[in-house]
């Protein structure tokens, strides 16, 4: 052993001037860390300066294995502890051979905000307090406790002393050591409120170093855990019961904050913060929820609530700063197991800076008086969720949601996000994500040599078959490499579930009425405009051979041709198209009761015979008004709208309702509320006759077999199904 330590500890100072580099990366459950070393002609004092490397990502989870190369990008430089001499540790990115980083590249995105001359102005400080558990090797239970049991109630280990009070503290001192020498600024150390956890602060430290250094240091404590035989917990309750979690506390501090008057510009920051709690925890660690449950010096996850001195809030400000007028304040929700990179761009990108602009997540500068809607990531998600609600609610009758749908979906929206965002925003954001589907959709169409990575949510294929689609049409390299988890969840929200029960395995394509076909504009920006390309797509479930009968307004035709725009209703056959007609020329949409509706086998011709009633025909003149007309797109799909609510409520009027079988849905074990079974289910019994099937079965068990049997038929046929 004493010869292994002496080749451990060997100075290759003297005999050479190579150098070993140990390269550091997150892995693909973004919590894990890799590296491996490689040599170096000299030494090396900038990342610029040394080369990018690979590595297999299949063995990682961030690549399948038949495309498995990620390369990585050398970020910031740090002194091996480990090897000393001018060996170096080196804190890298991943991406892919393109050049584009892989779904679990975070600090990308945070090097993108923090980068922005706002934020650089700005000087933001960050200081995390990283907490952690050393646990027994064996049997990862708390070093110091008994085997199976549990020592005496917390009080006396906070900052204690002594063989019963403090456990691993040789670890510990290490590892303090080992991150100065490392040149990472840490700034100290102490014992927790249960034994065996343990807490080390890094900074202040400015920007996205502050991310670096806090990873480079969980690296070093695991390498020394490592060979001191224990294994480190960043779980955030790592025992449960009357103990306390572990976390991150984050201080944060700008130019603005720390000059005279800061403590207005903190106050007015948290309230920003707070309008986005639900944002902010989404990203803020896993299994966080264990641990904010308002005791032992949390606030609830769901509450946001500040203070001066107050261990149990969400944000707290020291006495310090109230007292001077200035200074820093702490976001005490991130758990332990946190990202730094996702944390400082939060943090930095949704609090008011001290300019005119405010920094979206993304990194975009924003007006604050403007007003449309940013759709980042957790809108986007949040979105699709609450619409996947409202269906499962039976409030999407056909094309749209209803009414009901749409002011659920803007209430729960503001609550969930803080954003309040119009209907005419949730709409054309509802169009936007549409027009992705459909691009998806076509991506997929008769593809079946492809695979799917269902730990990175990606399509495994190879180059040569993304650069055969890429000729088809350029917009679908958006989808390489990228996780499509939330795109294959909006099959929920645009598949065609009311005519077929079923979602379709690809789109059906695209039908363009007179002129060249556009291309779509994916703008993330909402609620400035009508997305009438997407009133250009095909119905889903419409046949391509038969377009003809499907027929939307050609561009720069008026509403006077609307006569001519036909969809079926549910149950009709597409031979008869000319059973659903939409208003007649000149008609305005408020004169509903000239819109008629034949019977099947009717002539067109005595069309006037069959009107649908309206609740102010009475009250209406004969003559039509002339009014400002809407844009065509914008009336179309009013009109389809109002139809599809029209047909649903007659469909819905006979057998089982929605309702009644969403209730029968709910008892059945086994079928978790809010999974993409569950949700599958909801869409499958929007059909009549499967509603009256799943009824007529009688057994829950039954019931579920057959919910399952028809998942499995749609999974086989459409590979993205979660």
């Not at 976390?247 to 920051?269: D, L, M, Q, W």
């Not at 944002?279 to 264990?290: Q, S, V």
């Not at 996000?417 to 925003?425: A, H, I, L």
């Amino acid at each position: 052993m004493a010869l292994l330590t002496d080749l451990i500890n060997l100075d290759l100072s003297d005999i050479t001037k190579k150098v070993i580099a140990e390269y550091i990366w997150i892995g693909g459950s973004g919590m894990d860390l890799r590296s491996k070393a490689r040599t170096l002609s000299g030494p090396v004092d900038h990342p610029s300066k040394l080369p990018k490397w690979n590595y297999d990502g299949s063995s990682t989870g961030q690549a399948p294995g038949e495309d498995s190369e990620v390369i990585l990008y050398p970020q910031t430089i740090f002194k091996d502890p480990f090897r000393r001499g001018n060996n170096i540790l080196v804190m890298c990115d991943a991406y892919t051979p393109a050049g584009d980083p892989i779904p679990t590249n975070k600090r990308h995105s945070a090097a993108k905000i923090f980068s922005h001359p706002d934020v650089e102005a700005e000087e933001p400080w960050y200081g995390i307090e990283q907490e952690y558990t050393l646990l027994q090797k064996d049997v990862k239970w708390p070093i110091g406790w008994p085997q199976g049991g549990y020592p005496g109630p917390q009080g006396p280990y906070y900052c204690g002393i002594g063989a019963d009070k403090a456990f691993g503290r040789d670890v510990v001192d290490a590892h303090y050591k080992a991150c100065i020498y490392a040149g990472i600024n840490i700034s100290g150390i102490n014992g927790e409120v249960m034994p065996g956890q343990w807490e080390f602060q890094v900074g202040p430290s400015v920007g996205i170093l502050a991310g670096d250094e806090l990873w480079v240091a969980r690296y070093i404590l695991e390498r020394i855990t490592e060979i001191a035989g224990v294994v480190v917990s960043f779980d955030p309750k790592p025992i449960q019961g009357d103990w306390n979690g572990a976390g991150a506390h984050t201080n944060y501090s700008t130019k603005s904050t720390r000059k005279e008057g800061g403590f207005e510009v903190i106050k007015k920051a948290i309230e920003k913060l707070g309008h986005r709690h639900k944002e902010h925890i989404a990203a803020y660690g896993e299994g966080n929820e264990r641990r904010l449950t308002g005791r032992h010096e949390t606030a609830d996850i769901n509450t946001f609530k500040w203070g001066v001195a107050d261990r149990g809030a969400s944000v707290r400000v020291g006495r310090d700063t109230e007292k001077e007028g200035k200074g820093y304040f702490e976001d005490r929700r991130p758990a332990s197991n946190m990202d730094p990179y996702t944390i400082g761009r939060r943090i930095t990108g949704n609090s008011k800076l001290g300019g005119k602009s405010q920094m979206d997540a993304d990194g975009t500068s924003q007006n604050l008086n403007k007003n449309s809607a940013r759709w980042d990531e957790f809108a986007k998600l949040k979105f699709v969720e609450l619409c996947e609600e409202e269906i499962s609610k039976g409030n999407r009758p056909r094309t749209y949601l209803s009414k009901d749908g749409w002011d659920n979906l803007v209430r729960r929206f503001k609550i969930m996000t803080g954003r309040s965002y119009n209907k005419k925003q949730m709409r054309n954001h509802w169009d936007s994500i549409k027009l992705e589907w459909c691009l998806f959709k076509d991506l997929m169409r008769g593809q079946t040599e492809i695979g799917w990575d269902e730990a990175r949510k990606t399509i495994v294929a190879d180059d040569k078959w993304w650069e055969e689609r890429i000729q088809v049409n350029e917009k679908f390299k958006r989808f390489r490499n990228r996780d499509l988890s939330l795109i294959c969840r909006y099959d929920v929200l645009f598949s065609d579930v009311v005519d077929t029960g079923a979602r379709p395995r690809t789109p059906n394509g695209r039908f363009y009425v007179g002129g060249p076909k556009k291309e779509a504009v994916y703008d993330e920006v909402e609620g400035s405009g009508n997305n009438d390309e997407c009133l250009k797509l095909i119905v889903a479930g419409q046949s391509r051979e038969n377009p003809e009968n499907y027929m939307l307004p050609a561009a720069g035709q008026s509403r006077e041709i609307h006569e001519n725009c036909m969809l079926p209703a549910a149950g009709q056959s597409r031979e008869n198209p000319e059973n659903i007609i939409f208003p007649l020329a000149g008609q305005s949409r408020e004169n509903h009761e000239n819109c008629v509706f034949p019977l099947a086998g009717q002539s067109r011709e005595n069309r006037e015979n069959y009107m649908l009633p309206s609740s102010s025909f009475a009250k209406r003149k004969s003559s039509i008004r002339s009014e400002t007309r809407k844009s065509t797109s914008s009336s179309l799909r009013d009109d389809i709208e109002n139809l599809a609510n029209l047909i649903s409520a007659k469909i819905s009027g006979a057998g089982p309702s929605i309702e009644e079988c969403l209730g029968l849905l709910r008892k059945i074990d086994g079928l978790a509320i809010g999974s993409p079974t569950y949700f599958y289910a909801c869409n499958f019994l929007c059909n009549k006759e499967n509603r009256e099937m799943f009824v007529a079965i009688g057994d829950a068990t039954a019931r579920y077999n057959w919910i399952m049997y028809n998942y499995s038929i749609s999974k086989s046929n459409n590979p993205g199904l979660p």
